[in-house]
């Protein structure tokens, strides 16, 4: 996952994963290359009720927030990343705009916990591309869209 956060053209996130985030990555050692991307690459940020945003190449999305995840996609050399932001990432996925799903089960029960795909999530096959697991236990599945 270090990979892949380190290569990524950008990310996008909802608010509640930027305020999350923008109090502890600013902050981290920047010799880290991962927090250094994180630092440095593209951030655009959905949210109804921000109006600034502090963390540094970060941008607020306008309230067509597909259309602007089109062009930021059409734009972007290289992957954009939704990291946490379940409610954001639930409208991508309404707007059929996630190319790849990168799914982590851990190796631990908790017997509740929010839902990843809400009720009425419109059916869309997808197709196991890889699978890695961690020296901790952690799958790492990767999606793809597949026909049909």
């Known amino acids: 996952m270090s990979d892949s956060i380190a290569g990524a053209a950008g990310l996008l996130l909802g608010r509640r994963t930027y305020e999350i985030f923008t109090a502890t990555w600013p902050y981290a050692d920047d010799t880290d290359p991962v927090v250094a991307a994180m630092n440095t690459m593209p951030k655009y940020v959905a949210s109804r009720t921000l109006t600034h945003l502090e963390w540094a190449n970060s941008t607020l999305l306008g309230a ?13 050399d290289g992957e954009v990343l939704v990291l946490g932001s379940g409610e954001f990432l639930r409208t991508l996925i309404e ?54």
Do not use: M, Q, W
């Open 64 to 76: 067509d927030v597909a259309a602007e995840v089109i062009g930021i996609k059409d734009r972007a």
């Open 95 to 148: 707007h059929d705009l996630v190319d790849e799903y990168r799914l982590l089960v851990f190796p631990l029960l908790l017997g509740g916990g929010k839902k990843l795909f809400d009720d009425g999530t419109t059916r869309r096959p997808l197709a196991l591309v890889d699978t890695t697991a961690s020296t901790s236990g952690v799958l790492i599945n990767t999606y793809r869209r597949a026909d049909g």
